[in-house]
């Protein structure tokens, strides 16, 4: 790639007159040597895998193997079809907030999903990306180009910093995720380079320091509903970057500032199912819960 910072992302961007999907479309097909045709297929391919997995997730429940999860999208949808006009947040946040869900339960009962940037934030991209199709009535493949966006944050956070949670904790997945999806959804709303690059500071800084802390070592309890939460901040995160909200410390710092507080942090917070919520009272009974079970069965 020609880029290694967000920066000069977006100065590359500024100097070819081309949105970051663009770029990192051309930078793909020069890289893999596949054609234009092709590596837009691919990525339209993986598009409607995470549109499948959101419609799968909300036509029935996807129950865990271990029985912990799997009702909660269609919960929170039944709830937004209940009460559109009065929900908190909003229809489009209640929205984004149940497609998340439903692509983490899919992942978790064992279903197909596309990893972004891991399976365990799997559901952001899907959830902010087809809630904002559906209420905007954007192509295919405009969300295709937003998933080149994507990828191309997504690149440089995983090469100046990291986006497993073994590695920087739950900040590194959760958060990155969030960061590639603001990001992308600036560009998508017609936003500029320079725009998507801040969107994507100020979701990642709004994360800096969440722990990866598994119930019973699954990615269940608390990682499907930090995707469902993840998706609304994305969508916050575009909204100020739209506004004219920029990120006081560059982008880029901010990866350089998750990569230090990853590992600074403790072992048993970096899923381990050590610490944090993994550790507490109900957090240990459950684990034991399922030892048992498992040693029974």
Not at 151 to 167: D, L, M
Not at 212 to 221: K, N, Q, S, T, Y
Request: charged share 20%; glycine share 12%; proline share 3%.
């Amino acid at each position: 790639m020609r880029f290694h910072t967000l920066q000069e992302l977006a100065r590359l961007c500024d100097q070819e007159g081309v949105t970051i999907g663009e770029l990192m479309l051309a930078e793909q097909c020069r890289e893999s040597g596949r054609t234009r045709e092709l590596e837009l297929r691919k990525m339209t391919d993986y598009y409607l895998i995470m549109k499948q997995a959101v419609s799968e997730g909300l036509k029935e429940d996807h129950p865990s193997r271990s029985g912990l999860t799997g009702k909660d999208a269609r919960q929170v949808h039944a709830y937004l079809q209940r009460e559109a006009e009065a929900t908190l947040a909003g229809a489009p946040a209640a929205a984004a907030m149940a497609y998340a869900l439903a692509v983490s339960e899919v992942n978790a009962s064992m279903g197909r999903i596309v990893a972004t940037p891991t399976a365990g934030s799997c559901g952001i991209i899907p959830g902010s990306f087809v809630g904002s199709q559906t209420r905007f009535g954007w192509s295919d493949e405009h969300m295709t180009m937003g998933l080149f966006c994507a990828g191309a944050i997504g690149y440089v956070i995983a090469n100046r910093s990291f986006v497993s949670g073994a590695e920087g904790g739950c900040q590194a997945e959760v958060g990155s995720a969030i960061a590639m999806a603001a990001g992308a959804l600036a560009e998508l709303r017609g936003g500029t380079p320079a725009q998507a690059v801040h969107a994507a500071g100020l979701a990642l800084k709004n994360t800096l320091g969440l722990i990866c802390d598994p119930v019973g070592g699954l990615v269940e309890i608390p990682c499907i509903v930090r995707n469902g939460f993840g998706a609304v901040n994305a969508l916050a995160a575009a909204d100020m970057a739209l506004a004219g909200v920029r990120s006081a410390i560059p982008a880029d710092e901010v990866v350089d500032a998750m990569r230090e507080v990853g590992a600074a942090m403790p072992e048993k917070h970096r899923e381990t199912a050590q610490g944090g919520l993994a550790a507490t009272p109900t957090g240990r009974r459950i684990m034991d819960e399922l030892y048992r079970r498992n040693s029974s069965s």
